[in-house]
Structure formats: structure tokens, C-alpha cells
């Protein structure tokens, strides 16, 4: 009884909430005060607002003079590399002349936060016209923060994306309340990254500002990728950008009912302090490397390709509006056709395996061809995951990606040596950087004088970001299950595509319900075989042994029994709820010293590989419980997880 009346107050706070926009009395009295606050001079009069030159737009600008409508050339760099991800942004921002628009998922307040966000109301300071769009639950959760960006400089605009009864944040009742009222429009979120300068080159992928993205957070990091393309498809974000902007769902600053109340109240303008960066070392090696020509050149030019056509899809706002809008899935349709027309082989990369109906479809087809594409796909294990409660649906139906799609599945390890290698690289410690009196550009507190890898993990750093919690927000609510082993841990957060050595893609669409349905999705496809080569290396390294257990058929130690326990649990897994037997069909492998890696499909595979349990190096916890329960009774969610 008492639920039921809890249930209902959420109802009717909720209803209240949802009537209560601002005035428009009380707009003009925000942007009025705002208009007024001091120090919103730029700081620069030439043309260019004083930019500095940078090879990478240098390189975009050139593929745009080359190109013509019929023969597009377009300059495309692959970012697996967290610091180069990094360093290309602070370059870009700062030889930026005319605009910069950036859309992100997350935006947190940790050191990649702050860097990112004082380098960019250093560009607006100087007169480029900076706009940032930000998904509103789970980016600048603090007002005073808000206040600041909205009074910092006339050129820098920043909206949140589908905010919560007009708010700018979303407090645990307004959260419940959400959930219980409006369920459908607060599950639908903004899902794409982009950053866009000069409408010539952009950068998006899987990476959003928070540390983990960037190998900076001691604890927990994400194996996440980008791409980097300077030419005519730049259009082509700027026009998606431009849509999303002028959405009715993306919202100014002074429209959002809090943020508006402490304007009004305080019309007194905020300063914008300077940041305080809990490991500064790190931040100045990654100025300083932004405007060493010979830094980019040797980790981001040298690895660039001249190539023809390349494709921006971003899903349309509207699929916000009715998910079941046909033009709107504009990028999620692109993907499922070229994964449907594959004939030889399908690389998939995805944290999360838990496919969509018409996902199922197409593999299971895919699968009944004569001879099958080979189908390959990296993703999480539970000892690597932040995210078991999707996980456990990917292991609910493991049969079903064996037997019926034939995928060959390699789940991370949660500390993969590849991960850790590039942990490495992308740190520092103090006294491995040494500042100099000179300093560098728009304040940063260092030189050249850079050590680029710490040699051991003596220089360990605090983690400074925020847990993801439900659906990835920045919350303290879904931290990973715990291990047996000790040390740094790492998850897979890259969703990239490769098929039949021909296309590639590499984006934010996660290849589950959520992506296909829910979220709006982009991502860049590549039509060159050279790309898509160094894609595929790339995501194969992460399933090589070092890095990966292998899924593979359980091999039943009593024969009669072994077949009788797998009928069951056929049966089991095909009910919604209840799917309680525990000795499902799979199981984790690893490789035996001294064997070659080989598909699980190989007859020679059970000489080679040992099984290492279902739930390798985890801790048991109340998350393996979990775990097994969602198994048992979360079929009918895994559209919202």
C-alpha cells in the first residue's frame, strides 16, 4: 500500500513538473543579465582570431581545395591511440578560425573535463564562435558551473540535449519520477560525439569527457576508439550538427528552470577561474605535445590516409520523437545493410552483445549461407564490464551467437596487455615533466621538455572520474564486479565494424536495441580497403590470448548427463523468466602455453584451449548472483539496458 502511494506522489510531482517551462518574462530577464555581464570582450582583432597553425586542419584544408563533387578527397586518421585522441583536439581547438560545435553523451568535471572546457572558452575568448551540445543527464551536473558558461563569452553557447522537466539538473526524486511518467522521453537519449572545427575536420567515434575515455583515471579505463576526418564530409557533420542544435529537445541555458532561477537571483556575474587539474603533468605534456609540429606529425599525420568517398550517418533527432520512425534510424539502417550484404567476413567490436530482432535476423541468415561469412566479435567480459546487467542477457543467449550465427566471440580481459600498454602511454608523472619559464600557449604550464612513457607504476595517479552508473551516467551506482586478481582494470568501449575488407566503420552505435531504437547514433563509414585493413588489426589485437578469453561450447564430462543438462537448458533459455539452470551451454577459454590461437569451431580447439569457468577472474559477489538473475528474469528489458 505504501509503494502504491509512493508510486503515485512520483506520478503527481511528476505531471506538476512536467507543466512548469519558464516563463518567457523570465527568459528575458536571464538573457537580459547575461547580455550585461562584464569581461565578454574578445581578447583578439585579426581575422583569424588569432589561431595557430596546426597540420592537422592544415591537412583538411588541402582535401577540400583537392576535391571536386565527383571525386571527393578526404583526409581520415584512426584514433585508437587515447592521447593522440586528445592531443588532436587541443590542436584543432586552438587553430580553429571561425566555429567549433561539439555534441557529446557525457561531460565530466574531472581533468579531461576541465582541459577540454577552459580550452574551448579560451577559443571563444579570442572570437571563434564555439557551441557545445550536451546530453543533460549525464553532463555539467553543477549549476555554479552552468552560471559560468553562460555568462564566459558572447561567442561560446552551450544547450543540454532533452533535460529533465526543464532542469538543468536531475535530483534522485525528479530521476524516480521520470522513470515512473514519462518513461519513453526520458529513456531516449543523445548518444553522438562529434567535434567539429571550421566545418573542415572532425573527430567522433565512441569517446566522451570524462578521464577513463583517455587512459586518465588510475582505477578504470575504457579500450575506446575514434576517427579523424578533414575534408567534404565535414559538411556532413556540420549539417547533422545543425539539426540537432535547432531541435526542440536541445535547450539553452537561461530556458532551464534552475539555472534560470540562480541567474535571476544573482545577477552579479561569475568569474571563470582558472583549473585545478588534479595531476597538472599530464595536462601540460598534452598542451605542449598539441603544438610540437613534429609530435603530430610522427602520431597523427604520418598515420593518416588520402582517400576518396567516406560517409557521416547520424541517426535524426526525430528518432527521439517516434523510435519507430523509419527515416529517422538513418545510420542504424546503413549498418544493418552492410552487415547484411557481407560474403566473406564480419569483424564486430562492441562493449555490448546483446543484438536487436533485426540484428538476430540478419546473422542467423548471414549464417545459412553456403560457405557462412566468418563472423568474429570483441566485447566485454564480466570481470571487465561496468555495465553486468547487459551483460548477463549477452550471456543468457550464448547458444543462440554459437550455434545459430556462428559468431566467434573473444571477451576481454580486465587487464589485457594491450589496454595497460596504452595506459602508459598516455601518462606521466610530475617529475617526469619538467616545466620550463616559457610555458606554452594560452596558459598552460609547461614545455617540450617531455618524457612521453612512464617507465613503471611507481607514478601511480588518484582516479579522479565519476562511476558511469544507470545507462552510463556519471553516478556511483554501477561499479564493476569485483575480481580475484589485483591491479588496474580496463573495459572495451569501442563500436567499430569491419566487413569483408572492403568498408569500415567506427561510431557510437553499440549494435543492441538501446542503439538501434532509443539513443540517436553517428558514425563515420569508410570506403577504402587500406582503412579497413588497419581496423581490423586493430580490433584482432584486442582478441589475441593476452587480451582475450575465447567463448566456446561446454564439453559435457558425463556424456548422457552432460545432454540431458544442455536439453534443459535449451528449455530454460528460451523462457522470458525463470531461466534458473546453471550449467549453461558455453564457457570461457583460455589458451594452453605453447598453442596457436584458432576458432573455437576448430576441431582441434579442446586440445588447445583449457575452460577457465563462466565468469573468470570475478570475485563471487552479490553481482554474480545478480548476474544470473538477470539471466533468469531480464529478457524483457534488454531494450532500456
Given at each position: 500500500m505504501?509503494?502504491?502511494?509512493?508510486?503515485?506522489?512520483?506520478?503527481t510531482?511528476?505531471?506538476?513538473?512536467?507543466?512548469?517551462?519558464?516563463?518567457?518574462?523570465h527568459?528575458?530577464?536571464?538573457n537580459?543579465?547575461v547580455?550585461a555581464?562584464?569581461?565578454?570582450?574578445?581578447d583578439?582583432?585579426?581575422?583569424?582570431?588569432?589561431?595557430?597553425p596546426?597540420?592537422l586542419?592544415?591537412?583538411?584544408?588541402?582535401?577540400?581545395?583537392?576535391?571536386?563533387?565527383?571525386?571527393?578527397?578526404?583526409?581520415?586518421?584512426?584514433?585508437?591511440d587515447?592521447?593522440?585522441a586528445?592531443?588532436?583536439?587541443?590542436?584543432l581547438?586552438?587553430?580553429?578560425?571561425?566555429?567549433?560545435?561539439?555534441q557529446?553523451y557525457?561531460?565530466?568535471?574531472?581533468d579531461?573535463?576541465?582541459?577540454?572546457?577552459?580550452?574551448l572558452?579560451?577559443?571563444?575568448?579570442?572570437g571563434?564562435?564555439?557551441?557545445?551540445?550536451?546530453?543533460?543527464?549525464?553532463?555539467?551536473?553543477?549549476?555554479?558551473?552552468?552560471?559560468?558558461?553562460?555568462?564566459?563569452?558572447?561567442?561560446?553557447q552551450?544547450?543540454?540535449?532533452?533535460?529533465t522537466?526543464?532542469d538543468?539538473?536531475?535530483?534522485?526524486?525528479?530521476?524516480?519520477?521520470?522513470?515512473?511518467?514519462c518513461?519513453?522521453?526520458f529513456?531516449q537519449?543523445?548518444?553522438?560525439?562529434l567535434?567539429?572545427?571550421?566545418?573542415?575536420i572532425?573527430?567522433?567515434?565512441?569517446?566522451?569527457?570524462?578521464?577513463?575515455?583517455?587512459?586518465?583515471?588510475?582505477?578504470?579505463?575504457?579500450v575506446?576508439r575514434?576517427?579523424?576526418?578533414?575534408g567534404?564530409?565535414?559538411?556532413?557533420?556540420?549539417?547533422?550538427?545543425?539539426?540537432?542544435?535547432?531541435?526542440?529537445r536541445s535547450?539553452?541555458?537561461?530556458?532551464?528552470?534552475d539555472?534560470?532561477?540562480?541567474?535571476?537571483?544573482?545577477?552579479?556575474?561569475?568569474?571563470?577561474p582558472?583549473?585545478h587539474y588534479?595531476?597538472?603533468?599530464?595536462?601540460?605534456r598534452a598542451q605542449?605535445e598539441?603544438e610540437d609540429?613534429?609530435?603530430?606529425?610522427?602520431?597523427?599525420?604520418?598515420?593518416?590516409?588520402?582517400?576518396?568517398?567516406?560517409?557521416?550517418?547520424?541517426d535524426?533527432?526525430?528518432?527521439?520523437?517516434d523510435?519507430?520512425?523509419?527515416?529517422?534510424?538513418i545510420?542504424?539502417?546503413?549498418l544493418?545493410?552492410?552487415v547484411?550484404?557481407?560474403?566473406?567476413?564480419?569483424?564486430?567490436?562492441?562493449p555490448y552483445?546483446?543484438?536487436?530482432?533485426?540484428?538476430?535476423?540478419?546473422?542467423?541468415r548471414?549464417h545459412?549461407?553456403?560457405?557462412?561469412?566468418?563472423i568474429?566479435?570483441?566485447?566485454?567480459?564480466l570481470?571487465?564490464?561496468d555495465?553486468?546487467a547487459?551483460?548477463?542477457?549477452s550471456?543468457?543467449?550464448?547458444?543462440?551467437?554459437?550455434?545459430?550465427?556462428?559468431?566467434?566471440i573473444h571477451?576481454?580481459k580486465?587487464?589485457?596487455?594491450?589496454?595497460?600498454e596504452a595506459?602508459?602511454?598516455?601518462n606521466?608523472?610530475?617529475e617526469?615533466?619538467a616545466?620550463?619559464?616559457?610555458?606554452?600557449?594560452?596558459?598552460s604550464?609547461a614545455?617540450k621538455?617531455?618524457?612521453?612513457?612512464?617507465?613503471?607504476?611507481?607514478g601511480?595517479f588518484?582516479?579522479?572520474?565519476?562511476?558511469?552508473g544507470?545507462?552510463?551516467?556519471?553516478?556511483?551506482?554501477?561499479?564493476?564486479?569485483?575480481?580475484?586478481?589485483?591491479?588496474?582494470r580496463?573495459a572495451?568501449?569501442?563500436k567499430?565494424?569491419v566487413?569483408?575488407d572492403?568498408?569500415?566503420?567506427?561510431?557510437?552505435?553499440?549494435?543492441d536495441?538501446?542503439?538501434?531504437?532509443?539513443?540517436?547514433?553517428a558514425?563515420?563509414?569508410?570506403?577504402?580497403?587500406?582503412?579497413?585493413?588497419?581496423?581490423?588489426?586493430?580490433?584482432l589485437?584486442d582478441?589475441?590470448?593476452?587480451?582475450?578469453?575465447?567463448?566456446?561450447?561446454?564439453?559435457?564430462?558425463?556424456?548422457v548427463l552432460?545432454?540431458?543438462?544442455?536439453?534443459?537448458?535449451d528449455?530454460?533459455?528460451?523462457?522470458p523468466?525463470?531461466?534458473?539452470?546453471?550449467?549453461?551451454?558455453?564457457?570461457?577459454?583460455?589458451l594452453?602455453?605453447g598453442c596457436?590461437?584458432?576458432s573455437?569451431?576448430?576441431?582441434a580447439f579442446?586440445?588447445?584451449?583449457k575452460?577457465?569457468?563462466?565468469?573468470p577472474?570475478?570475485?563471487?559477489?552479490?553481482?554474480s548472483?545478480?548476474?544470473?538473475?538477470?539471466t533468469?528474469?531480464?529478457?524483457g528489458?534488454?531494450?532500456?539496458?
Open positions: 505504501r509503494l502504491r502511494w509512493c508510486a503515485l506522489l512520483l506520478v510531482c511528476a505531471a506538476l513538473l512536467q507543466g512548469c517551462a519558464v516563463s518567457r518574462v527568459i528575458r530577464q536571464a537580459a543579465i547580455a555581464s562584464p569581461d565578454r570582450q574578445t583578439c582583432s585579426q581575422a583569424d582570431h588569432c589561431a595557430l596546426s597540420p586542419l592544415q591537412a583538411a584544408d588541402k582535401s577540400i581545395a583537392d576535391s571536386t563533387p565527383q571525386h571527393p578527397v578526404n583526409t581520415v586518421t584512426l584514433l585508437d587515447s592521447q593522440a586528445l592531443v588532436a583536439r587541443i590542436s581547438i586552438r587553430a580553429a578560425r571561425r566555429s567549433i560545435d561539439v557529446t557525457i561531460w565530466d568535471e574531472d579531461i573535463g576541465q582541459l577540454v572546457l577552459n580550452e572558452v579560451q577559443a571563444a575568448r579570442r571563434v564562435h564555439v557551441r557545445i551540445l550536451a546530453d543533460q543527464l549525464f553532463s555539467f551536473d553543477d549549476l555554479g558551473l552552468l552560471d559560468r558558461l553562460a555568462r564566459v563569452s558572447p561567442n561560446l552551450v544547450k543540454l540535449y532533452n533535460p522537466f526543464h538543468a539538473q536531475t535530483p534522485p526524486l525528479e530521476f524516480a519520477a521520470g522513470l515512473m511518467c518513461f519513453m522521453k529513456n537519449r543523445m548518444h553522438n560525439k567535434l567539429l572545427v571550421d566545418d573542415a572532425g573527430i567522433t567515434g565512441g569517446r566522451n569527457y570524462q578521464d577513463r575515455y583517455f587512459n586518465w583515471d588510475d582505477n578504470f579505463d575504457y575506446d575514434e576517427v579523424m576526418v578533414g567534404p564530409t565535414a559538411k556532413e557533420m556540420a549539417a547533422s550538427f545543425k539539426l540537432f542544435w535547432h531541435h526542440k535547450v539553452a541555458l537561461t530556458h532551464l528552470r539555472l534560470n532561477r540562480r541567474i535571476r537571483e544573482d545577477a552579479s556575474a561569475p568569474t571563470w582558472a583549473p588534479a595531476r597538472p603533468a599530464r595536462v601540460a605542449a598539441a609540429p613534429d609530435w603530430l606529425e610522427l602520431h597523427l599525420i604520418d598515420n593518416s590516409l588520402r582517400t576518396g568517398k567516406v560517409d557521416y550517418f547520424s535524426l533527432p526525430a528518432k527521439t520523437d523510435p519507430h520512425k523509419r527515416s529517422a534510424h545510420f542504424t539502417a546503413h544493418m545493410r552492410m547484411a550484404d557481407a560474403k566473406h567476413e564480419v569483424i564486430l567490436q562492441t552483445l546483446v543484438m536487436s530482432k533485426h540484428a538476430r535476423k540478419i546473422f542467423e548471414l545459412k549461407d553456403v560457405p557462412p561469412p566468418r568474429i566479435v570483441s566485447t566485454n567480459s570481470a571487465s564490464t555495465a553486468f547487459v551483460y548477463a542477457l550471456f543468457k543467449h550464448r547458444k543462440r551467437y554459437l550455434t545459430k550465427f556462428g559468431f566467434e571477451e576481454l580486465p587487464h589485457a596487455d594491450s589496454a595497460a595506459y602508459e602511454q598516455a606521466v608523472r610530475d617526469d615533466f616545466p620550463t619559464d616559457h610555458g606554452t600557449h594560452r596558459g604550464a614545455g621538455n617531455v618524457k612521453l612513457d612512464a617507465e613503471d607504476d611507481r601511480h588518484a582516479g579522479t572520474a565519476r562511476r558511469p544507470l545507462f552510463g551516467s556519471n553516478g556511483r551506482r554501477n561499479r564493476p564486479a569485483p575480481l580475484q586478481s589485483t591491479g588496474r580496463f572495451l568501449h569501442a567499430s565494424l566487413v569483408d572492403r568498408f569500415a566503420m567506427v561510431g557510437s552505435h553499440n549494435f536495441p538501446r542503439s538501434d531504437h532509443y539513443n540517436t547514433e558514425g563515420v563509414i569508410v570506403y577504402d580497403p587500406r582503412f579497413a585493413t588497419e581496423l581490423r588489426n586493430s580490433i589485437r582478441t589475441q590470448p593476452e587480451n582475450a578469453w575465447v567463448i566456446g561450447a561446454r564439453r559435457p564430462t558425463v556424456p552432460g545432454g540431458i543438462s544442455q536439453l534443459i537448458g528449455v530454460s533459455e528460451k523462457l523468466l525463470f531461466d534458473l539452470w546453471p550449467f549453461r551451454y558455453a564457457t570461457s577459454y583460455d594452453k602455453p596457436t590461437p584458432m573455437p569451431f576448430d576441431p579442446y586440445s588447445c584451449y575452460p577457465v569457468g563462466d565468469f577472474d570475478v570475485a563471487l559477489s552479490p553481482k548472483v545478480i548476474t544470473r538473475l538477470i533468469a528474469f531480464g529478457a528489458v534488454k531494450g532500456i539496458l
